[in-house]
């Protein structure tokens, strides 16, 4: 089917499950996905809709709310063939309304990913991206010589500190790649927006999670007992490489995107650059 025949599809999927239903208003249109606020009666509810390229994303918040994952948004229906996910209003963002704190965030994030920790294969089986870090040194390569070919002399270390980080764990789990106040309910800090997830090392998180403050850092570690802290440095200058893939697969389908997003995942690249420039 065409685009608009699957947006189509979509729309009669959405409103043949949600009693009288109002107009549907379209809040968010990329290539990547599509998000429409549909009113009831009872409150707003929310559908989005991915592409084939994207529909991982369904499959993935499906499975988290089947093994019970915490502090995450539970679907009022999916049809994993359409790409289609129903969601309660989860209410104003945490950059919208004071909420929990960002210690207490990623508290919950952790537990999250800890929950899935046993699920690895089965959310690479649903078409989560794998970047787990024996695979990182080759998305780096690729990513690099199609974005930024003279950060390229940086294989060598990524090679050794993605080995490095393998020894100290903790083990791969699904990573959020673009956790923000944005993307966190500010009722019961609940995460949302996992399409940029990937199942790679959990302190990857971390490079777009934590600020530098030292109480969320201490709370998230806290529910990772025994894992240096050296293995927080490396996930953060890591997770350019997962940043950069995010990006990479949000611009391979936006034919014509604007110019302030054609260079993000260079600059990500560059990042990495300039973080072992730091630390030399």
């Known amino acids: 089917m065409s685009r608009s025949a699957d947006l189509a599809a979509a729309l009669d999927w959405a409103l043949s499950r949600v009693p009288d239903a109002g107009t549907p208003e379209l809040v968010k249109d990329r290539p990547w996905s599509t998000v429409w606020r549909i009113p009831t009666p009872a409150g707003p509810v929310w559908l989005k809709a991915c592409p084939e390229r994207t529909r991982h994303e369904v499959r993935l918040l499906a499975a988290l709310a089947r093994w019970g994952a ?33 210690a207490d965030v ?38 690099a010589r199609r ?15 993605a080995a490095e980080l393998a020894e100290l764990g903790p083990a791969p789990t699904i990573q959020h790649d673009d ?30 999670a934590w600020d530098g403050s030292p109480e969320p850092l201490a709370a998230y570690l806290a529910r990772w007992p025994g894992v240096p802290r050296r293995a927080v440095d490396l996930g953060v200058r ?10 990479d697969r949000a611009l391979a389908g936006w034919p014509d995107p604007p110019e302030q ?17 730091d630390d030399a």
Request: hydrophobic share 45%; with cysteine.
């Open 179 to 208: 956790l923000h106040d944005g993307n966190v309910f500010a009722r019961g800090g609940r995460v949302f927006d996992w399409g940029d997830a990937c199942v790679a090392h959990p302190f990857t998180s971390l490079l777009v």
């Open 147 to 161: 974005w930024a070919p003279d950060v390229l002399p940086l294989l060598g270390r990524v090679t050794e500190e």
């Open 238 to 247: 890591l997770g350019v490489v997962t940043r950069t893939d995010s990006w």
């Open 261 to 277: 997003f054609r260079d993000a995942p260079a600059q990500w690249l560059r990042r990495l650059r300039e973080a072992y420039d």
């Open 106 to 143: 990623l508290a919950g994030y952790a537990q999250t990913q800890r929950t899935t920790g046993a699920h690895v294969d089965e959310l690479v089986a649903l078409g989560v991206p794998d970047l787990r870090l024996p695979l990182l040194p080759a998305a780096f390569e690729r990513l």
């Open 70 to 102: 915490p502090h995450n948004l539970e679907p009022l229906a999916v049809d994993e063939d359409l790409g289609t996910v129903l969601l309660p209003d989860g209410g104003p963002t945490l950059r919208e309304a004071p909420g929990p704190s960002w």
